[in-house]
């Protein structure tokens, strides 16, 4: 039960798009049409922003995009702007009743 | 509208018990599967428990196994974890989470401190 992968920051200016990869496995990411993605504002619960690799809960903004090939799935964020500065984590199922999240990335916009 | 609110945290010595408690309500309880996830200060999330809706399906993270217990009343709206064997490294803010094969209700978390 390793974390997913991903890296430990990303950053761009307002107006430009970033990527934030999440690395995994055949046994989570690869394995599932499952992953989500959260955003997580310091000292408050994740929020959902992404479900079922590329859906998006209602009053999410459509700048986040997500997708998946192989065991690796991204979120995309364009038109960047400075609310989006947060802390991201992926998550997948792993089989068995078990889920997985990666180790989160650091988003600064600069 | 959809809540979840836990309760139970607090600071206790290693080897120590305690036990979390996440009230729902806003939605039908009994038909949502229930999780319990982590998060130690400064790190990044991590699952920690899962119930079904009729809490016959439970599974662990390899971390808490044999030392915690997930369980559900659906009478009461309520899902439980009970923490036996606290060890420092299970300090941590505890989030209730429901899960709809994503995790699209969280509770404001509450702080488990094991320490002597």
């Known amino acids: 039960q390793s974390a997913l992968t991903q890296p430990r920051s990303v950053s761009g200016s307002p107006g430009q798009s970033v990527t934030i990869s999440c690395t995994g496995t055949s046994s989570d990411v690869g394995g599932y049409n499952l992953v989500s993605w959260y955003q997580q504002h310091p000292g408050k619960a994740p929020k959902l922003m992404i479900y079922d690799v590329t859906k998006r809960p209602s009053g999410v903004p459509d700048r986040f995009s997500g997708s998946k090939s192989g065991n690796t799935a991204s979120l995309t964020i364009s038109g960047l702007q400075a609310e989006d500065e947060s802390d991201y984590y992926c998550?997948?199922?792993?089989?068995?009743?078990?889920?997985?999240f990666g180790g989160g990335t650091k988003l600064t916009v600069l | 509208e959809v809540q979840l609110v836990e309760s139970g945290g607090g600071l206790v010595q290693p080897g120590g018990s305690l036990r979390l408690s996440c009230a729902a309500s806003?939605?039908?309880?009994?038909?949502?599967?229930m999780n319990w996830v982590r998060q130690a200060p400064g790190k990044g999330l991590e699952w920690v428990s899962y119930?079904?809706?009729?809490?016959?399906?439970?599974s662990y993270a390899d971390s808490v196994k044999g030392r915690f217990s997930i369980s559900r009343d659906n009478a009461k709206n309520s899902v439980f974890l009970q923490m036996n064997s606290l060890r420092v490294e299970d300090t941590a803010v505890y989030y209730c989470?429901?899960?709809?094969?994503?995790?699209?209700?969280w509770g404001q978390g509450t702080l488990v401190t094991v320490s002597s």
């Open positions: 806003g939605f039908t309880f009994s038909s949502y599967e």
């Open positions: 989470a429901r899960l709809n094969n994503y995790f699209d209700c």
């Open positions: 998550c997948s199922y792993a089989g068995s009743y078990t889920m997985i």
């Open positions: 119930i079904s809706g009729s809490g016959g399906t439970i």
